[in-house]
């Protein structure tokens, strides 16, 4: 074979293998790209739920998806941007970052924005990454959820059923006729007996005319006298126990011209008692809520979301929210106080006569008592009703049972320490300690 073609077909197969070669290498890095991209772009997609969670932290004090607050309603903020001013995501941004500058810079819808809510610069957010604003981005995006309606149940109650399908009425009415037949059956056959009996002359033992209860009642003078004594002794104690109930209203649950459910705010959303009664750590009195701390909540929470009942529904919640509204003179559409205020005449639920002196601050701070061990379980009342009797014999058993706090509490250690000395015990109660005098409740 000759050299030169030798050569060229050394030449020809090694370059083929070279271009097979970066042909393998071609194809291997474009796969290595198209799967780290398609990876990325999965890693970068938005996540609504995460975004919900950053929009709670940082934006629904302001703001909320599909109502005018301190800020712009929020659902699809950034397509009516996109469409209505042109403006994309990096301007969205820029403006969650640090909005005074974008301000500052006379950016036109920065600007605007700025003038048509008061001037109110929004918080800058510089720790928010763009993935941050990305995931409450895809969160404003979100379609509206429509609320299912509640099942209403249509079923009617029958009473208690004994595994046969017969109820326990229908039962006790079968054998009420079956005693009423019984009854019949037996005069019917003592009737008849009777009769036989004289057909056949059969003479029947007449009974002897007895004396009548009552009259020989009448008669027995010492009965009359026992039943006249226990006549008035009861007379007497029903009387007591009726005038011992005068000015004592437990159960007691008037209607408040603005429903307040105890339920819902103490119970559902853990409110503390002392966060709305504040002034029974200091004071004698607990104190009536003023409508300025129910607005602190009530600016932002303007409907009600949570669970109802065929009693309360959603719209009897929302429409107590717009009369506090109107009491203290909100505008919800405008954001702002209009200056036309209406006065709530509260009906107060615990009121003790004017000789009995009471301390909330005592009992709170120093005795450490909670408000459920006077006022019941305030967390499940939806209406506040009187739980205790608040009688003298209720509070005198309170101070003879319940022990001194003496922990955490330098006031009691010396005399805590001869009184405990003196009685032969390891725990005062608030009797022991004074707790009965009649000066410690009375003027």
């Known amino acids: 074979m000759d050299s030169k073609v030798f050569s060229d077909n050394l030449t020809s197969k090694l370059f083929k293998k070279i ?22 772009s999965y890693g970068q997609e938005a996540d609504p ?103 209403v149940a249509t079923n009617v109650a029958v009473g208690p059923t004994n595994g046969i399908g017969l109820t326990d009425e229908i039962i ?17 056959v003592t009737k008849t007996l009777r009769t036989l009996a004289e057909l056949k002359g059969v003479k029947l033992k007449e009974k002897k005319k007895t004396k009548p209860i009552w009259k020989a009642y009448l ?10 004594i226990l006549f008035l002794l009861v007379s007497a104690y029903g009387f007591y126990g009726w005038t ?23 119970g559902d959303n853990k409110i503390d008692c002392n966060y709305c009664h504040s002034s029974a750590r200091v004071s004698k009195h607990s104190g009536i809520p003023s409508l300025n701390i129910c607005m602190n909540c009530h600016k932002s929470i303007y409907e009600y979301n949570g669970e109802t009942t065929e009693e309360y529904t959603k719209e009897f919640y929302d429409a107590e929210i717009q009369k506090l509204y109107k009491a203290v003179g909100w505008d919800d559409e405008a954001q702002e106080y209009t200056g036309v205020t209406y006065p709530v005449k509260w009906v107060r639920i615990h009121n003790l006569p004017d000789f009995a002196y009471f301390n909330h601050s005592q009992h ?17 009342m939806e209406i506040m009703y009187q739980h205790s009797p608040l009688t003298m014999g209720w509070c005198i058993n309170c101070h003879r049972e319940t022990n001194v706090k003496i922990k955490d509490n330098e006031y009691y250690d010396r005399i805590h320490a001869e009184l405990s000395k003196k009685y032969g015990v390891e725990e005062l109660t608030a009797a022991q300690m004074g707790g009965l005098e009649c000066g410690k409740c009375h003027y």
Not at 132 to 150: E, F, R, S
Not at 219 to 228: D, H, K, P, R, V
Not at 251 to 256: A, D, E, L, N, R
Not at 364 to 380: D, F, K
């Open 19 to 40: 271009t097979k070669l970066n042909s393998l290498k071609f194809y291997t890095f474009y796969l290595i790209f198209i799967t780290s991209f398609v990876s990325i």
């Open 49 to 151: 739920v995460a975004g919900k969670a950053l929009f709670n932290t940082n934006c629904a004090s302001c703001h909320k998806l599909d109502r005018k607050m301190t800020g712009p309603a929020l659902r699809y903020v950034e397509k009516r941007l996109a469409e209505d001013e042109g403006l994309d995501r990096e301007w969205l941004y820029s403006w969650i970052r640090n909005s005074s500058a974008m301000i500052k810079s006379g950016d036109a819808y920065a600007v605007k924005i700025y003038e048509e809510y008061n001037k109110s610069a929004m918080t800058a957010y510089p720790q928010l990454t763009n993935a941050d604003i990305d995931n409450i981005l895809a969160y404003t995006a979100q379609d509206k959820a429509v609320p299912k309606p509640t099942a």
């Open 172 to 188: 006790l009415g079968v054998f009420t006729v079956l005693f009423l037949l019984l009854s019949i059956g037996l005069v019917v």
């Open 219 to 228: 008669e027995n003078q010492f009965l009359m006298l026992c039943t006249a």
């Open 244 to 266: 011992m109930q005068v000015g004592v209203n437990q159960g007691y649950m008037p209607v408040q011209p603005i429903h307040y459910s105890h339920k819902i705010h103490s």
């Open 364 to 380: 709170v701070n120093v005795a450490g008592i909670e408000c459920q061990t006077c006022h019941g379980p305030v967390e499940e």
